[in-house]
């Protein structure tokens, strides 16, 4: 895969984030947050993380962009406060360049991981090895559920 | 060699980005968007870990948990920011804290 598309693709996610955090109108906010979900997607399919990218997808470019709209549209919130724009603006720069001089410092010193299984699915892989952090997962998903199902039911009104 | 170095590199300005605009935003909506931003920058990073040639599957297991956390702890807490916004009509943190007492 070209470096060129990469660094594209990872810039994009950038911009897109951040223009998810800087602006104040709630709609604009929400579909920035969702291109960044849809470029850090594109960049799990190019190297080959085609499962991961799929439940991505399904999940926060999906279900949690419409539980984020539902509860704008149930709270009322038009305008999100982000208090001065100025100094948040200076602090998110401040940030991009540090991050940046770590990035390439980090990516120097961290090795890369030794592949374990090269071939097979993803999902065959958790099944056969790891198959009670899946049960621990589908627990946790469930308790979220129904801690949300608990929290808008309208019987503890 | 590049390729993971930006890629580390994006995912470094992500954790922070979302890091600065937890600590900084007004509004507990903007502070879940922050997670999320947050939860992306994590994901890319262990994603990141695992190109090496091929695909490693445990690095990619632990983004595929790391999804569903992440997910389930947005989740709860929008439902957690409806109730809040019923019982004290604002968003705000720092209001809410005035208003507590």
Sequence with gaps: MPVEITLLLCLLLIITS??????????????MLF?????????????GATTIALI???VFAGAISVILLTTVVI????????????????????VSLLASVLGIQLSEIIEPAIELVPTGELLGFVWTYRPWDLLILIIILAASMVTVLNLLSRTRE | ??????????????????????SYSRNLIKTMMSFQVL??????????N??????????STLVLFSVIIGASVESVGLALIIQIYKKYGTLDPYRLRRLRH
């Design chain 1, 75 to 94: 709270t009322g919130e038009a305008n999100l406060t982000i208090g001065e724009p100025k100094r948040y603006i200076f602090i998110i720069i401040i």
């Design chain 1, 56 to 58: 991505h997808l399904i």
């Design chain 1, 18 to 31: 951040t223009l998810s955090l800087i602006f104040k109108t709630t709609s604009l906010s929400l579909i």
């Design chain 2, 39 to 48: 939860v992306f920058g994590i994901n890319l990073a262990l994603f990141t």
């Design chain 2, 50 to 59: 695992s190109i090496n040639g091929g695909l490693d599957f445990l690095a």
């Design chain 1, 35 to 47: 291109y960044s979900s849809v470029a850090l997607n594109i960049i799990f399919t190019i190297y």
């Design chain 2, 1 to 22: 060699m590049y390729e993971q170095m930006i890629l580390y590199t994006t995912s470094i300005a992500l954790i922070f980005l979302g890091l600065a605009s937890l």
